[in-house]
């Protein structure tokens, strides 16, 4: 029953598409407010203004040859055959979604292990999205698909028109390969389904006017049957209009068949709930639980503050275990599991059928752990898990807690192409089955990690990918990117979109770890909450300031690029600290801390920022408020902002208004872009996706010249 955080986006955050209507009351701001009109997304003003916006960016920006060339380079490694496959295992079979240039919507296939170990493995096609699309008359995006155990025949096909969060949900019959008639189906709409049996699913979903909560997700769950109208599914739980979201799920593992709800009232609290024929019955967890997960005999709460309990003190950022029975008896006796230092936090765990795998980040870099429960009085055991190279990133990306020990790992670095590895606990070393070729040369370039004193003396770190050869001139186009929040730690990975598009023509790329993010774990993340926001910026501006004092490069060479929380971060670059940039690029970003909590599913990060129409949050809400922070006559570098018209997470409002209010003010470098497809993403196939990236970079190597 691990609780996860919401969909972050790549990197993220669980922000929204359509401006919703509010009951929360209007403000003086709104009604000084010029650019409100701009709030209509699909308003035939607010897309006039976008497509000449798109036009007039893509003539800079896009007609030139070094952008064909940096587009083409981009969508050969996003369509390039050679990428990692990577799967998922369902039963006897591994499943993939795979896009590329001939299936731009995607293929929904599966294979076993033998052929999955060949060079080129032969795939069964269960679904062809762009065969579909072709059929239907539709552009429909694949989104995600839940799966009936243990047979995994009849799955839960999630397809959003345009990229965004809402979904349509269709029954899919695998040996059939269709959509089954008749089935279970919901129109778009963001929605949760999860299997109970072969005839029964809970879904939340809207079920009309009042049964979504204000940040826009389900506010009520039901058990639905099969062959009945939605209208008669049997009401399991109904949340609050204020709640964030609820949700329910079945445990199917035999001899330890459980069904939970749970209530999120906020982005990082909730209720769990133990659903039995007599009621429910809340588990007596932290509400703050960053994490919690029942497997079989066990269940595993993850702190995210420090917790008493049972005559014990357990720090924030610590992962607990106790027998499931037993905590429902009422004992306390945790095992302590994993316990945080100044150093160390953890990334998150992984089940396989007799262990568990702990993914332990230190300093930012990745090890393994495998844990044994204890059996005949014995306490856990610990072992070490075959390590990563240094500056690099390993990752549980697979296993099947309920019939064997199997893990799949992932292993990358910045100038490392990923591999993936399968392994059997138990059964020695995990073998290297795929490995995705480099896309650009890395012999070129090292990697290096800093530390820098923030302005109020915290140690920051961040990772530096520069050419060798290096000279300390001050005189080197440099990309800064960064997120700082939602407890979203960005390590070391491997990209041939920047690798190509950006290192190739001798700039360097620069990795920000700064507060608010997951680096360090909660600990981490509280520091830059709500009234301490600032310190995100604070960080990251320390970083920018390192780099030119070490020589990589100056203000004019040095660019800053984030998305979505990572926009509200560029927005504040921009805007607090304009003298040290000399171009900025923020995608799907906020920027109207007002409004944001009336725009699409901006009530969800209360918990994150805090509430603007509380007079005395809004006090320290506006200090890192973009959109408010605007004035006529600064120094403020180059900016381009893009976003898409159907992102119903941030929604691509807030940009708009950004590069109106600051067009209006006679700031002629100022650019927008807005795709129409393609969600908190920006993009819904590769094609897009690359167009997208290609603009960014020719954008900021033009200005940091």
């Known amino acids: 029953m691990k609780r996860l955080l919401w969909p972050l986006l790549a990197l993220g955050l669980t922000l929204g598409g359509m401006s ?33 916006q798109n036009a007039r960016t893509e003539q800079q920006f896009a007609a030139s040859p070094s952008f064909e060339h940096t ?3 981009i969508l050969e490694v996003l369509d390039s055959d050679a990428r990692i496959p990577y799967v998922t295992r369902k039963g006897d079979y591994l499943y993939n979604f795979w896009q590329d240039q001939a299936h731009p919507r995607g293929l929904w296939r599966r294979t076993t292990l033998a052929e999955y170990r060949k060079a080129a493995p032969r795939w069964e096609v269960l679904l062809d999205v762009d065969a579909l699309n072709a059929a239907e008359g539709k ?15 009849r799955c839960l096909i999630s397809l959003s028109p345009d990229g965004g969060d809402a979904v349509a949900v269709r029954e899919f019959d695998i040996l059939s390969k269709s959509f089954v008639e008749g089935g279970f189906a919901l129109p778009v709409a963001k929605s949760e389904v999860a299997w109970i049996d072969e005839n029964r699913i809970y879904v939340g979903t809207d079920f009309g006017p009042g049964s979504m909560t204000r940040s826009s997700y389900p506010r009520i769950v039901k058990e639905w049957r099969r062959g009945t109208p939605l209208e008669a599914a049997t009401l399991v739980y109904e949340g609050r209009p204020e709640d964030l979201a609820v949700s329910a799920f079945h445990d199917r593992t035999p001899g330890f068949e459980r069904d939970f709800v749970l209530v999120a009232t906020d982005f990082f609290h909730a209720r769990h709930y133990l659903r039995r024929p007599d009621g429910l019955v809340q588990l007596a967890v932290p509400d703050d639980a960053a994490a919690v997960d029942a497997h079989r005999e066990w269940l595993l709460v993850e702190t995210r503050t420090p917790w008493t309990v049972g005559g014990h003190s357990y720090p924030g950022g610590a992962l607990l ?23 160390t936090a953890l990334a998150s765990f992984d089940w396989t059928r007799h262990h568990l795998i702990l993914d332990v980040l230190d300093d930012v870099k990745s090890r393994l752990e ?49 591999s993936l590895q399968r392994g059997v606990l138990g059964e020695g070393e995990a073998e290297t089955i795929k490995q995705s070729p480099a896309f650009f040369d890395a012999a070129k370039f090292q990697v290096s990690q800093h530390f820098v004193a923030s302005k109020d003396g915290t140690r920051v770190p961040y990772f530096e990918i ?36 950006w290192l190739e023509r001798g700039g360097v790329y620069v990795v920000a770890n700064i507060r608010g993010g997951g680096e360090y774990g909660p600990r981490w993340h509280e520091a830059a909450l709500k009234a301490n926001r600032l310190r995100a910026y604070e960080d990251f501006a320390a970083v920018a300031q390192d780099l030119v004092r070490r020589g990589i490069t100056s203000p004019k060479h040095l660019g800053a690029e984030g998305g979505s929380n990572g926009g509200l971060l560029m927005g504040n670059m921009l805007t607090l600290y304009p003298q040290l940039f000399g171009a900025i690029a923020s995608e799907v970003p906020l920027l109207d801390m007002r409004r944001y909590t009336r725009l699409s599913a901006g009530a969800s990060w209360i918990a994150e920022y805090g509430d603007p129409d509380d007079p005395a949050q809004w006090a320290f809400i506006r200090r890192f408020s ?39 003010m006679g700031y002629q470098d100022v650019w927008f872009y807005e795709n129409l497809e393609g969600g908190h993403g920006a ?11 290609a603009l960014v970079y020719e954008f900021l190597w033009d200005r940091l010249q």
């Not at 694949?142 to 025949?153: D, G, H, R």
């Not at 001139?473 to 700082?484: F, I, K, M």
């Not at 006559?633 to 997470?649: E, K, W």
């Open 71 to 73: 587009r083409e380079r």
């Open 466 to 501: 520069a050419p060798k050869d290096l000279k300390p001139d001050g005189a080197h186009r440099t990309l800064l990117y960064g997120y700082g929040g939602f407890e979203v730690a960005l390590l070391p990975s491997y990209s041939g979109s920047i690798g190509r598009a």
């Open 20 to 52: 919703h209507a509010s009951d929360r009351s209007a403000s003086a701001d709104d009604e000084h407010d010029p650019f409100l009109w701009l709030e209509d997304i699909h308003g035939d003003r607010a897309l006039d203004w976008v497509k000449a």
């Open 626 to 664: 973009p959109y408010h922070h605007l004035k006529p006559g600064m120094p403020y570098p180059p900016v381009l902002f893009y976003t898409a018209t159907s992102d119903d997470r941030v929604g691509p409002v807030q940009a708009r208004k950004m590069a109106a209010k600051m067009q209006a």
């Open 321 to 343: 275990a106790i027998r499931f029975e037993d905590f429902l008896a009422g004992k306390r006796d945790f095992a302590v599991l994993f316990q945080p230092d100044a150093h």
């Open 683 to 693: 993009g819904a196939d590769n094609r897009q996706s690359a167009h997208m990236h």
């Open 139 to 153: 552009r429909w995006v694949f989104k995600s698909v839940e799966c009936l155990k243990p047979a995994y025949t």
């Open 370 to 418: 495998v844990l044994t429960p204890p059996s005949a009085g014995n306490d856990w055991q610990r072992a070490p898990l075959a390590g990563a190279p240094a500056m690099s990133t390993v990752h549980v990306v697979d296993t099947d807690p309920d019939t064997i020990d199997e893990y799949w790992l992932t292993v990358t670095g910045f100038l490392t192409p990923p």
